[in-house]
């Protein structure tokens, strides 16, 4: 049983503008709290529906300590399940993509069609109600060819991010894509580290020289440039393409499109495009990025030629698994119109570079002399913005649970 009351008292004692106290990056009772009353209870960008193109196709994926999967159905609607067998609660289906007829279960084959209804289930009693053993759903929507899960029965709202996140994505047509890779990395750090890292670019000049060459990693914001003219230019370029540049923002995700670096179209290593199809109405590609971020774990760019999805899963109190996707037109053929290595070869390094930057953030925080430092507002603002919403989901739990003696 988690202690709540000193998971309340440890939020108490973190100084507004700092870092957390050092349990919230290390500790068990903590990192299980956060699968609970974060994972547990927000909105996860899970991947593109061009991953799931017919009637049959699944997703599966672990959020936090619950396996769950996405389904298309006959009626091509796509439904979520908790990918736990209404039997004795084994995985259903393996974690990645399959296609199938029914979501057959390994152990005992219980048999569900998909829409989660059990359908075959042998040698059970007499009295057996095979209606009471349907798949738990999870909560889905989509936006504009994305698919986003809650596992909570009472989601936060999502409606306000939809209306306005929707016309910024649409033109992008993801719908008309394909997923051309995806790699995961296993990193030795707490997911609070690795999402710190992953909402500022104060460490990108020095650590990301590649990056650097194309993402503007000295902007206050990334949702806007800093050189208003910049700014104007871009601004009144996008919207001649009918392409809005925002930026708009809710409490847990934010979306803008911004320029990239002068005289570069694309993020990758030379800043040129690494795909000769573009994706999208984008006219030649030439579109800077749209990016959004959703609270507690993700980031994605929409370019002129792809698109990349970076998801933040935590497996241990020191350790979090990194997902990434490239999405990119359907069209293209790889080989001759993108190849493998020039798509991935910024992000991976990118990521690699992360990596050990988390790892070493780990180790320095778990020392008996660390003391939570302050962010800067200027460079961190984006890392002030995702602790600050963790302590307040984290309380707004809390305060659900609160003992009526307390
Ligand atoms: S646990 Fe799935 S059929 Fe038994
Ligand atoms: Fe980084």
Same mark, same amino acid.
């Given at each position: 049983m988690t202690d709540l009351a000193r998971i309340r008292a440890l939020l108490d004692q973190r100084r507004p503008g700092h870092a957390l106290p050092q349990e919230f990056y290390t500790d068990p009772e903590i990192f299980a709290f956060d699968i609970d009353a974060i994972y547990g209870q927000s909105w996860t960008l899970v991947g593109f529906e061009a991953e799931l193109p017919s009637p049959g196709c699944t997703l599966a994926l672990t959020i936090g300590r619950s396996p769950v999967v996405v389904v298309r159905g006959r009626d091509n609607a796509l439904r979520a399940f908790f990918?736990?067998? #209404?039997? #004795?609660?084994?995985?259903i289906c393996a974690d990645g993509l399959s296609k199938r007829p029914r979501l057959v279960c390994?152990?005992?084959?219980w048999a569900y069609d998909l829409?989660?209804? +059990?359908v075959n289930a042998t040698r059970m009693a007499p009295d057996f109600n095979p209606a009471e053993h349907n798949l738990r759903p999870v909560a889905l929507r989509t936006i504009a060819g994305t698919i986003y899960l809650c596992l909570s029965d009472t989601p936060p709202a999502f409606d306000d991010f939809h209306d306005q996140f929707e016309p910024m994505l649409a033109p992008h047509q993801l719908h008309l894509g394909k997923v051309a890779f995806e790699a995961t990395l296993v990193e030795k750090a707490n997911w609070k580290l690795v999402m710190e890292n992953a909402r500022e670019c104060y460490h990108c000049a020095t650590n990301h020289p590649e990056l650097s060459v194309t993402f503007p990693?000295? #902007? #206050?914001? +990334?949702?806007?440039?800093?050189?208003q003219h910049v700014t104007e230019t871009f601004e009144a370029r996008m919207a001649e393409q009918g392409l809005?540049?925002?930026p708009v923002e809710g409490a847990w995700w934010q979306a803008g499109r911004f320029p990239l670096n002068e005289g570069t179209q694309s993020l990758t290593m030379d800043g040129r495009p690494c795909v000769a199809r573009t994706i999208g109405h984008v006219g030649n590609g030439d579109v800077g990025s749209l990016r959004w971020a959703l609270e507690p774990h993700s980031f994605a760019h929409a370019l002129g030629d792809y698109v990349f999805m970076f998801s933040a899963m935590p497996t241990a109190p020191e350790e979090t698994v990194v997902t990434a996707k490239w999405l990119v037109s359907a069209d293209a053929v790889e080989g001759v119109d993108y190849t493998i290595p020039q798509l991935t070869e910024l992000w991976d390094k990118t990521n690699l570079q992360d990596r050990v930057l988390a790892e070493n953030n780990q180790r320095g925080v778990r020392s008996a002399g660390f003391i939570p430092g302050p962010y800067s507002p200027e460079a961190e603002s984006l890392v002030l913005r995702f602790v600050d919403w963790y302590c307040g989901k984290a309380r707004e739990y809390l305060a659900e649970r609160r003992p009526a003696s307390d």
């Open positions: 990918n736990s067998c #209404r039997h #004795r609660g084994a995985q390994p152990y005992h084959q829409q989660g209804k +059990l990693v000295g #902007r #206050r914001s +990334l949702g806007m440039a800093e050189q809005p540049t925002g």
